[in-house]
């Protein structure tokens, strides 16, 4: 155990060294690729903090990655207008800090009500949550702090700061953070707690867990991870509108990653994130009007294969090499 | 601009609205307490049965005929689209443990749900569409009500009349009504519930066809990217009024109706498609298992 947990923590190493380099080296398009993937990626594993290993399936998820980017472009924008220029790298921390803060707080709100339901009834009340952000965000009541329609964008004298070299690193930075959760609550006793509530909520209630507290917790830990994958994108885009963060073509990606690479695994949504963003960026170059018909395929497809993902499915063979018929679960 | 008699238009055009919703609901609501799927791409059903109608009236450009015309060809055609849905999709996967059937059943109808929107997108266009039937207005007094309105008002009751009398007489009805309720001493009773269940979709599809129908048929626009909220909206109505209940949609969606409408003239039109989810969020928030518990 001890020898295959220093072996799994050499080879992250070096995966994280490789990639540094590449961000020194590489061409910009590789570089804005790769920061969409480890985008994509975050935001895979933080909702399969809460649908994958609670089984909570969290349609909204998005919501808080687009209130990370508007939070993060608000923040900054009201510091460096107090700071200025010199303290631009404290600023961006600071932004970054105090918009996920503000997420986890509305996470935590709104678990609240959402908690209350389960199934179909939380994924689809979480799916109108988006449209109702989306309506508040861009009223003209809310437009003088949220741009309204247009969006929102960082000052001029901001955006020059941002580069795709260094968004890469903040990108990466926060990828390796939201592994790192993701490591640590499959590895720790939260998780026999988080399956006991995914199994039975009820049983789990009779031994003494309180469901709704862990529920929320994992809401509130996602959540927090979403924004922070927001705040890169906003750093890394200086622009961003409603239609652009809280549109419902982007809600499902999270999810169709997740799935497609395998849901409670690490290493299953950062594959899926892999093929998907090589997949998406050929789609939406070569066939636009096409990608939602294809999405949709991908999410039959996703279903009727039981969601075991791809890591399922190398699992599954290696398992029949090895000849041991165990009763194993699904996932 | 809020006299009276504009209160009472905008209460009919909102009872009006409440009681679309409500047809729309009651498929919606129909389909889960028996085949214990909620059809997200319910919504996009509506709006594939609008939309063609919209188309039908084109072609022929004449409004009441392709108005006649639409149920007779989407009826059938829609029973046929649910009992597909169904049966070639969702039945496959009921096999599974309740957390993975929820999760197959959700990514199956949403993908549903894109693939019409995509394919409604793409032959007929982004930009909303809305027919004008060409009826004279009803005057009652000083208020005067688009004649549709009466229209579609008959239709809602006598649909819900309809349904209760199936529900009521008919022994496939009978069925429904025992597996909503208990569904594992139905199947001991011999009832062939994967059947029953099949049907429910066939029929939950014929009240889209119907509410997607007379919602064109009023005039209010439709794109092809209005069916996830008008999913939601149905499942606010059903969170209102309660599930498998007949009174209960009918209520929620006049509920619905009535609060968008009122909203969107007194307040703002902005703000109307808000109200269905901070409606939904707010029940769910003051009967804390919901109002329909498991």
Redesign the interface.
């Known amino acids: 155990m001890r020898k295959d947990l220093l072996r799994t923590t050499t080879v992250w190493i070096v995966i994280l060294v490789l990639a540094s380099l590449v961000g020194m080296f590489a061409a910009p398009y590789y570089i804005s690729l790769l920061i969409f993937l480890f985008i994509y990626a975050t935001l895979a594993l933080s909702y399969d903090i809460l649908g994958g290993l609670l089984?909570y399936?969290n349609?909204g998820h998005i919501i808080f990655y687009g209130l990370g980017a508007y939070l993060f472009a608000i923040i900054i924008n009201n510091l460096f207008m107090i700071w200025g220029s010199q303290l631009i790298l404290l600023s961006v921390f600071v932004a970054t800090l105090s918009s996920v803060a503000a997420a986890s707080g509305i996470a935590a709100l709104l678990s609240?009500?959402?908690f209350?339901?389960k199934?179909?009834?939380f994924?689809?009340?979480t799916?109108?949550?988006i449209?109702?952000v989306n309506?508040?965000t861009s009223?003209?009541e809310m437009s003088p702090i949220t741009g309204g329609f247009s969006g929102i964008s960082l000052v001029s004298d901001l955006a020059r700061e941002s580069n795709p070299r260094n968004s890469y690193f903040m990108a990466m930075t926060i990828l390796a953070l939201t592994s790192l959760i993701h490591v640590l609550i499959r590895r720790g006793t939260i998780r026999n707690i988080f399956s006991c509530i995914?199994?039975d909520e009820q049983a789990s209630e009779c031994t003494g867990i309180n469901p709704f507290r862990y529920k929320q917790i994992a809401f509130i830990i996602s959540a927090a991870l979403a924004s922070l994958a927001g705040t890169a994108y906003m750093w890394f885009q200086t622009y961003t509108n409603p239609r652009l963060v809280f549109a419902?073509e982007i809600a499902?990606l999270p999810?169709i990653i997740a799935?497609l690479g395998g849901s409670g695994t690490l290493v299953g949504p950062l594959i899926g994130s892999i093929i998907f963003t090589l997949v998406y960026q050929l789609l939406l170059v070569n066939l636009p009007?096409?990608?939602?018909?294809i999405?949709?395929?991908?999410?039959?497809?996703?279903?009727?294969g039981?969601?075991s993902g791809i890591v399922g499915l190398v699992r599954g063979l290696s398992r029949l090499r090895r000849k041991t018929y165990e009763a194993s679960p699904?996932y | 601009m809020a006299t009276p008699i504009f209160f009472i238009e905008s209460l009919v055009d909102g009872i009006v609205l409440g009681g679309i919703y409500a047809v729309i609901a009651l498929g919606l609501s129909m389909m889960?307490g028996i085949a214990g799927?909620?059809n997200?791409a319910h919504g996009d059903l509506v709006m594939l049965a609008g939309l063609l109608t919209f188309g039908l009236i084109t072609f022929f450009d004449q409004p009441v005929i392709g108005f006649v015309l639409a149920p007779v060809i989407l009826l059938p055609l829609f029973f046929l689209i649910g009992l597909g849905i169904f049966s070639g999709?969702l039945k496959?996967?009921s096999k599974?443990?309740p957390?993975?059937q929820?999760?197959?059943?959700?990514?199956?109808t949403?993908?549903?749900?894109?693939?019409l929107?995509?394919?409604v997108?793409?032959f007929l266009g982004t930009l909303p569409r809305s027919i004008y039937m060409g009826f004279q207005p009803l005057r009652i007094g000083e208020a005067s009500i688009p004649f549709f309105r009466v229209i579609t008002f008959g239709i809602v009751l006598l649909m819900i009349i309809v349904f209760w009398i199936f529900l009521r007489q008919t022994f496939l009805g009978k069925a429904m009504r025992a597996v909503t309720y208990n569904r594992e001493s139905s199947s001991f009773l011999g009832i062939p519930i994967d059947r029953v269940a099949a049907m429910s979709f066939g029929l939950g599809a014929i009240l889209a066809a119907i509410g997607g129908v007379i919602y064109m048929g009023n005039g209010f626009p439709m794109t092809p990217f209005i069916g996830?909220?008008l999913?939601?909206k149905a499942?606010t109505v059903i969170?209102v009024g309660g599930a498998g209940k007949l009174a209960g949609a009918l209520v929620g969606g006049m509920v619905l109706g009535i609060a968008e409408t009122l909203t969107g003239v007194f307040v703002s039109f902005?703000?109307s498609?808000?109200l269905?989810?901070?409606l939904?969020?707010?029940i769910?928030?003051i009967k804390?298992?919901?109002i329909?518990g498991d």
Not at chain 2, 110 to 115: A, E, K, N, R, T
């Open positions: 089984g399936m349609l609240y009500p959402l209350r339901i199934g179909f009834y994924a689809v009340a799916l109108g949550l449209t109702l309506i508040i009223s003209p995914k199994e419902l499902f999810i799935l009007s096409l990608t939602k018909l999405m949709g395929s991908v999410l039959i497809a996703v279903g009727i039981a969601s699904p | 889960y799927v909620l997200i999709l496959p996967i599974r443990s957390q993975y929820i999760l197959s059943s959700i990514l199956l949403l993908g549903i749900s894109f693939i929107q995509d394919l997108a793409t996830l909220s999913t939601v499942l969170v902005y703000w498609p808000a269905a989810i901070i939904l969020l707010v769910l928030m804390p298992t919901g329909i």
